[in-house]
């Protein structure tokens, strides 16, 4: 690919004008137009328990309370307007519902393949289409284990009964890009939720190489982790055709003019070559990990939407900096770079990591619930060249969706955000939000598998309902 080599010219030239830009953007404009197409994601972390669970579930009372802690969790994302959660679904090793493949996590009831009484993936799924977020299912790739861990998996881990497939790195152990194995044994975890949950999509963490493994067979490693992304990206589609399918690649993809990676970039450091799986039609998305500020950002930022080929691309921001025991970032390192974002008219951004958004570090949620979010969004759809390309018509049809929509005039101008309530999954509920809704004019559409609207249809509540259900047939 010489994609970079074709940018750099162009980006070169807008680079400073970028920067300046960026740093001198009125914020109000930005905040004050809220889109009504915008990815508001934020990356959920079930490793460790970061982000969740907090208690393990030992028994039905401890269960009711890991289950609670999402949804006061989920309660909290959906008032701050983040509309997608990439819920991490394989950790290292193991997964968080019941698998025929990998145990499930021992951080939900103690011990690697126990599980808590219920299935996390299907609660977490089930809470987030309730309160109108889509829910993918982040999966750790090439990472398997730390050598510690494999010792706790016993026999039932690969070290035991597939040592072949794995290599070891300093204290982890890696599935191998080079082994077709690999990509198979990565393809029966994707299919299997693909198959068995009502997932929105399928997002891929570490789907690269390792950082410092010099190599002088560079693009062999990069035709090898390609190769896993085609087969991935095949196996889901061929299961569920409208399935996003997105990644989260290092945030800078190449050197750009003026600006070099120094040293750390997707392409020659980790052998990853998102750009060139947006060209060739294997990533619907992509969210790269922008953990950076200044020059580190914007210029980089720039060269991924540049050459997305009209994919999605929501860069990922960095706001555990933000907190005072990591490099305790100003808040408006975070608020420049989501004003640039949306006044560039990117696909949105993805926050990482979810607990750090909660605590409200610097302010960042207040700011976001009251000064950007502050009227919903739903997730771009995708392209018609995707439609087409990834159509099964063997693949069963996503729940049915549809969108609110209310205003005090009539007819409801539903290409308006400010007058967009929420998105419901399966029906529309005359709920306690709609009810504040009374007296004013209704509108609803629906969406199809791939996230494109009917036509608004009006809609008049029945008179003195408490609670009123509907679907449009």
């Given at each position: 690919?010489?994609?970079?080599?074709?940018?750099n010219?162009?980006?070169?030239?807008?680079?400073?004008?970028?920067?300046?830009?960026?740093?001198?953007?009125?914020?109000?404009?930005?905040?004050?137009?809220?889109?009504?197409?915008?990815?508001?994601?934020?990356?959920?972390?079930?490793?460790?328990?970061?982000?969740?669970?907090?208690?393990?579930?030992?028994?039905?009372?401890?269960?009711?309370i890991q289950?609670?802690?999402?949804?006061?969790?989920?309660?909290?994302?959906?008032?701050?307007?983040?509309n997608?959660i990439?819920?991490?679904?394989?950790?290292?090793?193991?997964?968080?519902?019941?698998?025929?493949?990998?145990?499930?996590d021992?951080?939900?009831?103690?011990?690697?393949?126990?599980?808590?009484?219920?299935?996390?993936?299907?609660?977490?799924?089930?809470?987030?289409?309730?309160?109108?977020?889509?829910?993918?299912a982040?999966?750790?790739?090439?990472?398997?284990?730390?050598?510690?861990?494999?010792?706790?998996?016993?026999?039932?881990?690969l070290?035991?009964?597939?040592?072949?497939?794995l290599?070891?790195q300093?204290?982890?152990?890696?599935?191998?890009?080079?082994?077709?194995?690999?990509?198979?044994?990565?393809?029966?975890?994707?299919?299997?939720?693909?198959?068995?949950?009502?997932?929105?999509?399928?997002?891929?963490?570490?789907?690269?190489?390792?950082?410092?493994?010099?190599?002088?067979?560079?693009?062999?490693?990069?035709?090898?982790?390609?190769?896993?992304?085609r087969?991935?990206?095949?196996?889901?589609?061929?299961?569920?055709?409208?399935?996003?399918?997105?990644?989260?690649?290092?945030?800078?993809?190449?050197?750009?003019?003026?600006?070099?990676?120094r040293?750390?970039?997707?392409?020659?450091?980790?052998?990853?070559?998102?750009v060139?799986?947006?060209?060739?039609?294997?990533?619907?998305?992509?969210?790269?990990m922008?953990?950076?500020?200044?020059?580190?950002?914007?210029?980089?930022?720039?060269?991924?939407?540049?050459?997305?080929?009209?994919?999605?691309?929501?860069?990922?921001?960095?706001?555990?900096?933000?907190?005072?025991?990591?490099r305790?970032?100003?808040?408006?390192?975070?608020?420049?770079?989501?004003?640039?974002?949306?006044?560039q008219?990117?696909?949105?951004?993805?926050?990482?990591r979810?607990?750090?958004?909660?605590?409200?570090?610097?302010?960042?949620?207040?700011?976001?619930?009251?000064?950007?979010?502050?009227?919903?969004?739903?997730?771009?759809?995708?392209?018609?060249?995707?439609q087409?390309?990834?159509?099964?018509?063997?693949?069963?049809?996503?729940?049915?969706?549809?969108?609110?929509?209310?205003?005090?005039?009539?007819?409801?101008?539903?290409?308006?955000?400010?007058?967009l309530?929420?998105?419901y999954?399966?029906?529309?509920q005359?709920?306690?939000?709609?009810?504040?809704?009374?007296?004013?004019?209704?509108?609803?559409?629906?969406?199809?598998?791939?996230?494109?609207?009917?036509?608004?249809?009006?809609?008049?509540?029945?008179?003195?309902?408490?609670?009123?259900k509907?679907t449009?047939?």
């Amino acid at each position: 690919m010489e994609n970079h080599s074709q940018s750099n010219t162009f980006v070169g030239m807008r680079l400073l004008f970028i920067i300046l830009f960026a740093l001198a953007y009125s914020s109000d404009a930005t905040v004050r137009a809220n889109p009504k197409h915008e990815i508001r994601a934020v990356w959920y972390t079930t490793l460790m328990g970061l982000d969740w669970p907090r208690t393990q579930a030992t028994d039905q009372a401890t269960m009711e309370i890991q289950k609670q802690e999402l949804c006061r969790d989920l309660d909290r994302l959906q008032k701050d307007g983040i509309n997608l959660i990439y819920l991490q679904t394989r950790t290292r090793g193991a997964v968080i519902y019941p698998s025929a493949i990998e145990p499930i996590d021992a951080i939900f009831a103690g011990k690697y393949g126990k599980s808590p009484g219920y299935d996390p993936l299907a609660f977490a799924i089930e809470q987030c289409h309730r309160r109108g977020i889509e829910c993918h299912a982040w999966i750790v790739t090439i990472p398997y284990v730390k050598t510690e861990t494999a010792r706790k998996l016993g026999k039932h881990s690969l070290v035991h009964t597939n040592p072949g497939l794995l290599f070891r790195q300093n204290d982890m152990y890696y599935l191998d890009p080079a082994s077709e194995e690999t990509e198979q044994y990565l393809s029966r975890i994707c299919q299997e939720i693909a198959h068995n949950y009502d997932v929105d999509g399928i997002h891929f963490d570490y789907i690269r190489y390792p950082e410092n493994t010099p190599s002088n067979r560079q693009q062999w490693r990069r035709d090898n982790i390609t190769r896993i992304v085609r087969k991935l990206y095949n196996t889901i589609k061929a299961e569920k055709a409208w399935l996003r399918i997105s990644c989260s690649p290092v945030g800078k993809y190449y050197d750009v003019s003026r600006y070099p990676s120094r040293g750390w970039n997707a392409y020659d450091t980790v052998f990853q070559d998102a750009v060139s799986w947006m060209h060739q039609g294997i990533m619907d998305m992509i969210s790269p990990m922008m953990y950076f500020k200044g020059d580190h950002f914007y210029p980089f930022c720039a060269d991924w939407q540049e050459q997305c080929n009209s994919k999605l691309v929501a860069p990922g921001l960095g706001i555990y900096f933000l907190h005072p025991n990591e490099r305790n970032w100003d808040l408006t390192d975070v608020t420049r770079e989501l004003c640039y974002i949306r006044s560039q008219g990117m696909s949105g951004a993805a926050f990482f990591r979810a607990r750090f958004l909660l605590d409200d570090v610097k302010g960042l949620e207040t700011w976001i619930r009251n000064f950007y979010y502050t009227t919903p969004a739903i997730i771009p759809p995708l392209t018609t060249e995707q439609q087409a390309v990834n159509s099964n018509p063997n693949a069963p049809s996503r729940a049915k969706r549809y969108v609110l929509y209310a205003s005090t005039d009539y007819p409801v101008d539903t290409t308006n955000p400010h007058n967009l309530v929420r998105v419901y999954w399966g029906q529309v509920q005359w709920d306690e939000l709609t009810r504040r809704l009374w007296g004013m004019h209704l509108a609803v559409t629906e969406l199809d598998d791939y996230g494109n609207e009917s036509e608004p249809r009006d809609l008049t509540p029945a008179p003195r309902r408490t609670q009123y259900k509907f679907t449009i047939r």
